[in-house]
Nanobody, 125 residues
Framework: QLQASGGGLVQAGGSLRLSCAAS????????MGWFRQAPGKEREVVAA????????YYAHSVKGRFTISRDNAKSTVYLQMNSLKPEDTAVYYC????????????????????WGQGSQVTVSS
């Protein structure tokens, strides 16, 4: 089970940090990802991280502004979002892929088996 938190309303240029806590003892065996879905749009990948956290992937639109990280001891993955823009407004979802081999990142949403409930991020101009 994945529980996301940390969303909210922020002005453009501001920062937010999303957290996603996982239950169970197998968190370190999951590749993790963050996705977002804006109204009327498809769910898209934002960032992804390998099991041990050594490899990361970012969508072009967030590269240099967002940072994904994980703490396997706390079974938690984070998304630090800086320099937020109105176009970042969306519901953000964390997801877990238990099938990804070590040292790989997964950017395709169809590969993820488990999803959190979503956290609303709203960026005002």
């Amino acid at each position: 089970q994945l529980q996301a938190s940390g969303g909210g309303l922020v002005q453009a240029g501001g920062s937010l940090r999303l957290s996603c806590a996982a239950s169970g003892r197998t968190f370190s065996s999951y590749a993790m990802g963050w996705f977002r879905q804006a109204p009327g749009k498809e769910r898209e990948v934002v960032a992804a991280i390998s099991r041990a956290g050594g490899i990361t992937y970012y969508a072009h639109s967030v590269k240099g502004r967002f940072t994904i990280s994980r703490d396997n001891a706390k079974s938690t993955v984070y998304l630090q979002m800086n320099s937020l823009k109105p176009e970042d407004t969306a519901v953000y979802y964390c997801a877990a892929d238990p099938s990804a081999p070590p040292g790989t990142v997964v950017s395709a949403k169809g590969e993820y088996d488990y999803w959190g409930q979503g956290s609303q991020v709203t960026v005002s101009s």
